[in-house]
């Protein structure tokens, strides 16, 4: 069969994905990235049982198992008051069905970059899409590409192929950074298995999310965040970075094994989030994966699972069907509910962790946190966090099957 030409927008987690996927399927695959060389840059991230059914397929789950953390559970308490108001826990969804797995950013992108240069996809680095025409894509100083069969777009939640205006940061990101997850005594409190949050109300979180390794035999890590109104960050950067150290340690004084890792303010990365859904991810001749199709805030710890399942999505589409547009039609049937439950999900999610009101954080608190306790809730809030709700891994085996 005559092979097809794909051009990959975007060399991030959608964007590896789709490669290695796409590549080993015996696709012509070519990715081009505006970095240079590939770096193992980030945070770290979880991935849900879904996104680890994805990883499996491209062969890639036991490396990533062998680097990063099980997650267990997701805590978080309000303080002053000491109350549990997050307890999400794997195990109500019963055996075998899984839990996550918190990893470096950096080992996710080192993997998959492997794993898409193994199954031959090329690589082109230092080229700044500027937009797409006719299946050839265009880059910043004017070169163009020569043409492709069907141009992907993965170029995260700016891409300039996906919408014309931006979409505007939600009210409030977050500052994150790796530290080492310390040992000894101090470590004692922290559950190796959980990500854990103070909140006061909505308007202050901090969390720390165990990691596991960058590399094989490394250190092992926690990613560390604070949450901080967009309108703040400038106010923030010009205080002294002890004003803010002082402030994390009174809302968690436990945490200052991590806390007291942050001695400079370059250390933190300030991460805007956005929320948007495009009506389509697909126009002639042109797929959208990840980011660039729908974004979120990362409450719901989502976002990279989403990507990875578009570009499984994307490939058994395209493996079942010669005909690239009725491969897009079936893309976005095996995709678009999904999608749109977990974007409305998030919607409604993340102010009752980021947020200035204090009727949302009351909500949250004294109904939702006491309802969440009462079966069958337990079970549908693990369910939700594991991507299992209406998890689209069956309907993208069916596209497979034709
Ligand atoms: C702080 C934070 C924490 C998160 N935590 C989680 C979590 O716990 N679980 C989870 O599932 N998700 C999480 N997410 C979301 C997740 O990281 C994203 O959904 C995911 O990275 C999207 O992947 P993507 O490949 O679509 O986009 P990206 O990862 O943004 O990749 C886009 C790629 O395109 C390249 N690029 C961009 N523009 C251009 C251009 N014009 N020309 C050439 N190249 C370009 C970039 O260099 C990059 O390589 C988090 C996000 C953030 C910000």
Redesign the pocket.
């Known amino acids: 069969m005559a092979q097809r030409s794909i051009a990959i ?8 994905a789709c490669a290695a996927l796409l590549a080993r399927r015996g696709e012509r695959v070519v990715v ?4 240079a060389a590939p770096s193992a840059i ?7 049982p879904v ?1 680890l059914a994805v990883l499996d397929e491209i062969g890639l789950a036991a490396r990533m198992r062998s680097l990063g953390a099980p997650i267990r559970r997701l805590f978080g308490r309000a303080m002053p008051s000491n109350r549990v108001v997050l307890d999400v826990r794997y195990r109500a969804l019963g055996g075998g069905a899984g839990e996550g797995l ?1 990893v470096h ?1 950096g080992a996710l992108f080192e993997a998959l970059f492997d794993a898409a240069r193994e199954a031959g996809a090329e690589m082109e680095g230092g ?4 937009g797409a025409r006719d299946g050839r894509l265009t880059f910043a100083g004017g070169a163009v590409s020569p043409r492709f069969d069907l141009v992907v777009d ?7 192929l996906a919408r014309h205006t931006p979409l505007p940061p939600l009210p409030f990101g ?1 500052l ?1 950074c790796n530290v080492d997850w310390p040992d000894g005594p101090v470590a004692a409190p922290f559950d190796p298995n959980a990500l854990e949050q103070r909140y006061e109300a909505a308007r202050k979180m901090v969390g720390v ?1 165990p990691i596991g390794s960058l590399r094989a035999g490394e250190q092992r890590q926690a990613a560390f ?1 604070w949450s901080l109104r967009h309108a703040d960050l400038a106010a923030w950067r010009a205080a002294p970075l002890d004003a803010w150290r002082q402030q994390a340690l009174q809302l968690w004084p436990q945490a200052a094994p991590f806390i007291s890792q942050v001695t400079n303010r370059d250390q933190l990365i300030f ?1 805007a ?1 956005c929320h948007g859904t495009r009506a389509s991810p697909a126009s002639p001749g042109m797929a959208h ?4 199709w729908h ?1 979120a805030s ?1 409450q719901l ?7 990875l399942l578009d570009a499984l999505g994307l490939a058994c589409a395209l493996e079942a069907n010669r005909d690239i547009s009725l491969a897009l039609d079936a893309y976005c049937r095996s995709r678009r509910g999904h999608i749109r439950l977990y974007q409305l999900a998030s919607w409604m999610f993340t102010p009752a962790y980021q947020s200035d009101s204090r009727a949302i954080a009351f909500v949250r608190d004294w109904l939702m946190a006491p309802l969440s306790r009462v079966w069958p809730m337990p079970k549908i809030l693990a369910a939700l966090v594991a991507g299992s709700i209406g998890s689209p891994l069956s309907a993208i085996e069916a596209t497979r099957d034709g």
Do not use: C, H
């Not at 081009?32 to 970095?35: A, C, G, L, Q």
């Open positions: 927008a975007g060399g991030g987690i959608a964007g590896l081009f990235d505006r970095m980030g945070s770290g991230l979880i991935l849900q996104g918190a950013r080229r700044e899409v500027t993965a170029l995260g939640v700016k891409s300039p977050a994150w999310l965040f991460a989030y994966v990840g980011d660039s974004s990362p710890g989502q976002g990279a699972n989403m990507a």
